[in-house]
């Protein structure tokens, strides 16, 4: 149905976990060559193992790199365009999400989060821009959530707003981008089980299943599905949306709607 991404050069941020991983798998199966970017070296080579024994034609290389830090960030775009023969697809998808109230937070970890939640889209999409303007376009597909855009949640602060502010940013960013034939969107996961998920522990996560009118926790390859249709060329015309994929969690008005 859609044209396959083959040979297209991409770059994945968090890519050595959860559902940056799962996006990684997602476009190197569609014949991409995929970066994955994020900081432990170690854990990046299991994940480039783990992608390899899924797509084994697929052309993998790991760049570890802090996705906060302008210089690491500069370095990895150039590198990976480099290496790659140039750039089109930049999934800007790693994140933290301490939970913490406001009370017991300090101003550091507020800072720490809009730093490697927010400001690395900023970073990685201002790298990007001169090689996709070499390239005639792009696209750009940011992982933000559902908590700040939409809902909210006891401990959120400082993530659902760096959450929300991506969305703000990506408004402007395609304004800019428009003119270079560079989209940029953004997918809104709800609950998805991952590692760094999993540590909210079974309580929280069976809570949460609970609330999900299609009744489980999202998988990535749900999350690396959406993010493939706005990477292909059929999506050529969307710029500057959402994609919200949660399994309708956000709909219901209580509990009863669901029963
Ligand atoms: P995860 O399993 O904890 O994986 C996070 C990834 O980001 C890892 O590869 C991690 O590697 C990397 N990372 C963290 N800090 C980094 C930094 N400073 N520089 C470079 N890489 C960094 O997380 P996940 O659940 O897959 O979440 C991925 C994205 O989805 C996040 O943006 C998150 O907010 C969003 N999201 C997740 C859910 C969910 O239910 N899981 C829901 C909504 C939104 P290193 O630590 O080695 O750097």
């Not at 998808?93 to 101003?107: K, R, S, V």
């Not at 992982?143 to 855009?149: A, F, H, K, Q």
């Not at 996560?205 to 060329?233: E, K, Q, W």
Request: charged residues 15%.
């Amino acid at each position: 149905m859609f044209t396959k991404l083959t040979g297209r050069s991409a770059i994945v941020t968090g890519a050595s976990k959860g559902i940056g991983r799962g996006i990684a798998l997602g476009l190197a199966a569609q014949g991409a060559q995929v970066t994955l970017a994020a900081r432990g070296a170690d854990a990046l080579e299991i994940a480039h193992a783990a992608i390899a024994a899924k797509a084994p034609a697929a052309k993998l290389r790991c760049a570890p790199c802090d996705v906060a830090d302008w210089d690491q960030v500069r370095q990895m775009v150039d590198d990976a365009a480099k290496v790659q023969g140039g750039l089109s697809i930049l999934c800007a998808n790693a994140g933290i999400y301490p939970q913490t109230t406001m009370e017991d937070m300090d101003p550091a970890e507020w800072d720490n989060v809009m730093a490697v939640n927010l400001r690395s889209s900023f970073l990685a999409v201002k790298a990007a821009i001169p090689h996709f303007r070499k390239a005639g376009g792009g696209r750009v597909i940011l992982t933000s959530s559902i908590t700040g855009p939409i809902t909210g949640y006891r401990g959120w602060t400082h993530y659902g707003a760096s959450k929300a502010a991506q969305l703000g940013f990506m408004r402007s960013a395609a304004m800019e981008l428009a003119k270079d034939n560079v989209t940029i969107n953004a997918v809104l996961p709800g609950n998805i089980l991952t590692e760094g998920f999993a540590g909210n522990g079974p309580e929280y996560l069976a809570a949460m299943a609970a609330s999900v009118p299609l009744g489980r926790l999202g998988t990535v390859d749900d999350i690396a599905n959406a993010v493939l249709f706005l990477a292909s060329d059929e999506a050529g015309y969307i710029t500057a949306q959402q994609i919200v994929v949660d399994g309708g969690q956000v709909v219901p008005e209580s509990l009863d709607a669901m029963a």
